[in-house]
């Protein structure tokens, strides 16, 4: 096989030298010399005109079918999500840590109030409050006048390790004057009818600031107050609030509240009214319903009163609509206190201190709608043993006083309360209720013929609105309740008037710490008798100045 492949290229070379050598043959000499440029040219060609035509129409209707199988499509996608537009911020309110507003009005008025807010970093914070009331229409009606002083000191440490502590000092000096008798023959001077309650009140927190890594809250606060009056009666609380919360899965709640509560009262003679209570509960959050499940257990004087703790609410539309049913019940104490806050004018002395029963069944609707706020409810409560305040005459030519009773009554209530804004800058609030009372009849002396003292109908409603960009705000308030019960000198039953007190004011801020307020109270002139024997004060104005800073 080599040696056929070297015949081979020997052909080949020997017949590429012949083709050189032939091709050089017809050259004279190693000069070419070219006499024309190279201008190929395409002949002229003859256009052929072709017009197109277009096919004869087909007017001829077919009818055509179309056959699509079905396919089902199983599409997974996710759900819109909604994301807030950008909006325009709104210009950031000022910020203020304190005021002052100072006043004086007809009939003789005085009217001081102050507050301020402090802060040291994220450690401590505290407020300062101190109010001064003053009003004598004794030109009018001798005696007619009262005087209040308030001041609180509040603050809040925060300890490591989530811990906080709060404490509160406060200080009430009240001074009224019993000015219910016959004007017309009787006479008194201001220290016969004086009456002074000072209380000192204080108070403390411990708590945590955050929530635990087991999601448990606790508080403990204990609280105490010191009263003495005029006449050399005291009375001292104390209560220690023990409670803790544990959530579980962020949404249900159980709660846990144990509180002793102890009174005395000293007199001619010494009271205790010691109570101990116990309030467990559990709280379940869905998000159509709200189930409470729960007890109050109440111990005092070694005897045990039970009363269920127990509230479902539906959320029938949303927070706009919420239906809600509930039962409960308490023992409450009538203390000095209480009694002498709801009635100023009362005859404490030989009046003794009990526990109220309360057993209460309610149900209504609730909701709100951003703009609207509403709470309606009917209610029945069975009361043993409510405080009523029945009129104390000692003598004939006396002041008009009055002592506590107490008596079972079953109470039917209904009541509405709303806050609505119709318009920006208007809001509007109101309560109204209505009781409907029942005294029970035992067949005994301590048998009641009324709800001494207590109003069947009450009602509050206002209105403010804020304009000129915030610099002013007008308001309005009415104030009703229908008559009263009493019996007088000669042991008649008697019904005061009906009350009907309507209020203006408003206020505006000349620069931006410092402006001016005025409000007229009671237009109508209403001098009905909340007390018998004591009727309020007519129409009357106060103003003054208000700054912020």
């Known amino acids: 096989m080599l040696f056929n492949h070297k015949y081979l290229l020997a052909a080949l070379a020997f017949i590429s ?24 040219q395409l002949l002229e060609a003859n256009k052929i005109n072709v017009p197109p035509t277009l096919p004869a129409l087909d007017t001829n209707t077919q009818k055509q079918n179309y056959t699509v199988p079905p396919h089902p499509s199983n599409i997974k996608y996710d759900p819109p999500k909604l994301r807030p537009l950008g909006m325009k911020a709104a210009p950031k309110e000022d910020a203020y840590n304190g005021f002052v507003k100072l006043g004086g009005g007809v009939p003789n008025t005085i009217y001081g109030e102050g507050g301020y807010f402090f802060k040291s970093g994220e450690k401590f914070d505290g407020k300062v409050w101190l109010k001064h009331h003053q009003l004598s229409a004794d030109k009018a009606i001798e005696n007619q006048k009262f005087r209040t002083t308030e001041g609180l000191i509040s603050s809040n440490i925060f300890l490591p390790n989530n811990l906080a502590t709060q404490i509160n000092i406060g200080y009430t000096y009240d001074r009224v004057q019993f000015y219910g008798y016959d004007h017309d023959s009787l006479e008194f001077s201001p220290a016969r009818t004086r009456q002074d309650f000072k209380i000192l009140d204080l108070g403390g927190r411990l708590y945590n600031s955050q929530r635990t890594d087991m999601d448990l809250n606790f508080a403990v606060t204990p609280k105490f107050y010191l009263l003495n009056d005029f006449y050399s009666n005291k009375e001292t609380h104390f209560e220690l609030g023990l409670s803790a919360t544990k959530w579980f899965n962020e949404q249900h709640a159980l709660r ?19 109570n101990i209570y116990l309030q467990p509960s559990f709280t379940m959050h869905f998000d159509m319903l709200q189930l409470k499940i729960g007890g109050i257990f109440v111990n005092n004087r070694d005897e045990f ?11 029938v539309w949303g927070d706009g609509i919420q239906a809600f049913a509930g039962i409960t019940g308490d023992l409450r104490k009538n203390t000095y206190r209480s009694l002498s806050e709801y009635n100023p ?14 057993d209460n069944y309610y149900g209504g609707v609730k909701g709100s709608f951003g703009w609207l706020e509403y709470n309606g409810q009917v209610g029945y409560s069975k009361a043993s043993d409510l405080a009523l305040h029945q009129t104390l005459f000692t003598a004939p030519d006396s002041i008009t ?17 709303i806050k609505f804004s119709p318009i920006k800058d208007l809001t509007i609030t109101g309560t109204l209720s209505q009781n ?10 301590a048998d009641e013929l009324a709800v001494w003292g207590l109003p069947e109908i009450e009602g509050d409603f206002g209105a403010v609105y804020t304009m000129l960009e915030n610099k002013a705000t007008l308001k309005a308030s009415l104030h009703m309740a ?8 000669e042991g008649q039953r008697v019904k005061s008037k009906a009350l009907l007190d309507l209020s203006i004011g408003g206020s505006y801020y000349f620069t931006k710490n410092v402006g001016a307020f005025l409000d007229i109270n009671n237009i109508l002139n209403n001098k009905r008798e909340r007390w018998y024997r004591y009727p309020t004060v007519g129409m009357n104005f106060l103003g003054g100045i208000v700054a912020r800073f």
Request: hydrophobic residues 40%.
């Open 345 to 358: 004018f009362i005859q404490i002395r030989g009046s003794e201190l009990r526990n109220t029963r309360w």
């Open 482 to 489: 229908d008559k009263i019960s009493f019996l007088n000198e």
């Open 17 to 40: 030298l012949s083709q050189t050598a032939f091709a050089q043959k017809d050259l004279e000499g190693d000069n070419v010399t070219v006499v024309k440029a190279f201008d190929a």
């Open 401 to 417: 006083r009055f002592r506590v009773l107490y008596d079972t009554v079953k109470i039917f209530n209904v009541q509405g309360t």
């Open 305 to 315: 009163s039970i009363f269920p703790d127990a509230e479902i609410t539906l959320r």
């Open 436 to 445: 409907v009372f029942d005294n029970e009849t035992t067949g005994t002396a």
């Open 256 to 274: 846990v509240n144990i509180r002793p509560d102890m009174t005395r009262f000293d007199d001619t003679v010494s009271q205790k009214l010691n």
